[in-house]
Each structure stands twice: as structure tokens, then as C-alpha cells.
């Protein structure tokens, strides 16, 4: 029997069950299923290297699109800071940026996440990683 229920009714009714849950986790959930929330989605490693690389070039889009787009201004906040802490993750396990952002405005970013008391100690972590390894040596960036 197929289920008549589509995925974005499912999703509307998810959001309502869990109102307290961010933007940012819905979409992570959304995007990478096995993950329970957005910070377990980026600071897991998938344990194949191209997996991984594959889930935080995902990742990063849609965080770039919700902080581009969301509806709110804290929505939109928070959106950057994943976003940023998806392009560390790529530092700091892969040794590139995941972007082609420029590497000043990158540091910049990443700094910023790296100061922010509110944001997961995780995330917080892995920005001030990427910012050591950075500074240690020019990295290539996406095509």
C-alpha cells in the first residue's frame, strides 16, 4: 500500500510536533537522515572520505540557501554559522576549502564562529582548527 502522506506534509507535521526544534536541524535531518541534528551532521565523520566530502558540500548548500533565505533573522544567523562550521569540517578533515569564497572572508567567518559563546562548543572547536591549519598553509579550494 503506498503512503499517503507526502514528504511535505510529513515534514509540516513533524515541525509541529517539535516546534522548538531550529531551522538549521530540519534542514541537517532533511539532508543528512542519519544524523540527528545539524551539529552531529557536521562534526561526524562518515568514514568513507568521499562520503563525507559529498554530505558537507550538501550540507553547506543548504545552510548557504537558509542563511540566503530564511525566514527569520535568527534563522538566517544561525544558518551562517553552520555554514561556516560545514567549511571547517572540509579543512579540517579534507584539507580544502569547500568553497570558493575567498580565503580572507573564509577566516574572517570563521573567526566569528569561533568567538560566538552561543554556538555548540563542537563547532566552536573544529573553526578554531581550520583557522590553525589555514594559517599553517595555503589549501586548495572547489573548483
Known sequence: MTDPLTD????????????ERSAVDWLAAELIPDRPNAVAAISKADPDAD???????LLKSGFKTLRLSGEHSTDRRLAARHYAA??????????????????????????????????????????????????????????
Not at 562520503?51 to 558540500?57: A, N, T
Open 8 to 19: 511535505s506534509l510529513r515534514w509540516a507535521l513533524a515541525i509541529g510536533s517539535e516546534p
Open 51 to 57: 562520503e563525507d566530502l559529498r554530505r558537507l558540500r
Open 86 to 143: 560545514t567549511i571547517a569540517a572540509g579543512v579540517v578533515r579534507h584539507g580544502c576549502w569547500i568553497t570558493r569564497q575567498r580565503p580572507d572572508r573564509l577566516l574572517s567567518a570563521l573567526q566569528d564562529l569561533a568567538d560566538d559563546e552561543a554556538m555548540d562548543d563542537s563547532l566552536r572547536s573544529i573553526a578554531s582548527e581550520a583557522i590553525t591549519i589555514a594559517n599553517d598553509r595555503v589549501l586548495d579550494q572547489d573548483s
